[in-house]
């Protein structure tokens, strides 16, 4: 039996809902594979605010080092939203990006043929969809120096944060998104500012520069404004992006509402080396925890990149992406992806349903 250490991290609003699904369905994998996972808990964001009185406490960072993997669902709240930036929930996550060197984020966006009329746009546009973006994760305007709130001389505030990229951390991610691309339709998109960003302009050219290295695959460069256009005009065109932090970050939310709904949108965050941060897409949607209605697919998608990407489990992984195709096959649904004839299921009985799927394949 192969042995995994497994922190989970679950969160805030919706975090311990869909986790609790997400490690049944591990459990069961497990099982149904000879894996064995070792599950430790910890406390990060505004549980841990609560808790510790930090977002990200010191041993909470130390189990994720030693373990094979990290699942984490979801980050923040209303409750949260007035302390000090130091104190937020979603600096604590920056931190866990940080510490652990998650440099690369793999945010897939593939659209199901089973939700295509979930989805806010037609038919024709989204059949077919299958993008992945590629997100510089530690670097950008989240981490670039000076930042802060300053006074200026007249007494007035001034709030800073600078985009900032070394051409070390544009190589790397600008590797990814090439080896990336080289494993999927061999066309890479990169998308910057560099119309009017010094910062971009770097990026674009050291991209560029990278582009012989990788004969095999088609490089193109868009503005992000355009590229955000483009993904809602005509999002085939697309098949893996890379782009920096914030561009990254806006990007997939637009990206993943191809897909019918961010509910169902997993993420790998990866370093050099190390484990791996496993998470949805979506944030803790304090709009409904607590009620039974999350989706949480996109947390159960998530573990099984975690098996995939972090554990090299491909079988386990292709297991679970197969369940859901066939429980959605079954016309299960969770509000967010509700259509007309479909059944209505609240977040456990999602997970009930999966884990009936899984058991049968
Ligand atoms: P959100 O993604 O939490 O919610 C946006 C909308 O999508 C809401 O209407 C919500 O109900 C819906 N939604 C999200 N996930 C869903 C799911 N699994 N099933 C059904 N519906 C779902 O974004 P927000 O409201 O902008 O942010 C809420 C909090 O989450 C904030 O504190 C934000 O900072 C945090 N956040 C955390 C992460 C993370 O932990 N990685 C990511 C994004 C936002
Ligand atoms: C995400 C989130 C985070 C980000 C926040 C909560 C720090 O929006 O994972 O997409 O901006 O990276
Ligand atoms: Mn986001």
């Keep these: 039996t192969q042995l995994y250490r497994i922190t989970l991290l679950p969160g805030d609003g919706i975090g311990p809902e869909i986790m609790a699904v997400a490690v049944e369905v591990l459990k069961v994998i497990g099982q149904q594979l000879d894996l064995s996972f070792e599950f430790q808990e910890a406390l990060m964001g505004g549980a841990a605010i ?3 009185g930090e977002p990200l406490p010191a041993e909470t960072l130390e189990w994720c080092k030693s373990s094979d993997a990290v699942l ?6 209303y409750k949260w939203d007035t302390l000090p930036r130091h104190l937020r929930p979603e600096t604590g996550l920056l931190g866990l990006r940080a510490g652990l060197g998650l440099f690369a984020n793999l945010r897939p966006a593939k659209i199901l043929p089973q939700l295509v009329d979930a989805s806010s746009l037609k038919r024709e546009i ?5 993008i992945m973006v590629v997100r510089e994760l530690t670097g950008g305007v989240y981490f670039g120096q000076p930042k802060g709130i300053f006074a200026t001389e007249t007494g007035e505030k001034r709030g800073v944060n600078t985009m900032a990229y070394t051409e070390s951390e544009i190589d790397r991610i600008g590797r990814v998104g090439f080896e990336t691309a ?3 339709g061999k066309k890479l998109c990169s998308v910057d500012k560099a119309n009017v960003l010094e910062v971009s302009q770097l990026w674009r050219d050291r991209i560029t520069a990278l582009a012989p290295e990788y004969p095999d695959v088609e490089l193109s460069h868009m503005y992000v404004d355009n590229a ?3 993904l809602v005009r005509w999002p ?3 098949d893996t992006i890379v782009t920096s932090n914030l561009f990254g970050d806006i990007l997939s939310d637009a990206a993943a509402m191809l897909t019918g709904s961010i509910g169902m949108l997993p993420s790998a965050s990866l370093g050099a080396s190390g484990p791996g941060v496993f998470e949805p897409v979506h944030g803790s949607a304090p709009d409904i925890a607590g009620q039974d209605k999350a989706n949480p697919l996109a947390q159960i998608l998530s573990a099984a990149m975690m098996l995939r990407y972090g554990l090299n489990q491909p079988v386990a992984a292709d297991r679970i992406e197969q369940a859901v195709l066939t429980v959605l096959d079954k016309g299960n649904r969770t509000g967010d992806i509700m259509s007309e004839g479909m059944t209505l299921l609240g977040c456990q009985a999602m997970g009930k349903a999966l884990i009936q799927a899984l058991q049968s394949v």
């Excluded at 984490?72 to 709240?77: E, R, S, T, Y």
Aim: aromatic share 4%; charged share 30%; no cysteine.
């Design 50 to 52: 609560d808790a510790k």
């Design 182 to 184: 080289q494993k999927r």
């Design 236 to 238: 085939k065109q697309f």
């Design 126 to 130: 989204v059949e077919g969809v299958d």
């Design 72 to 77: 984490l669902a979801a980050i923040g709240g």
């Design 228 to 230: 955000a256009m483009q």
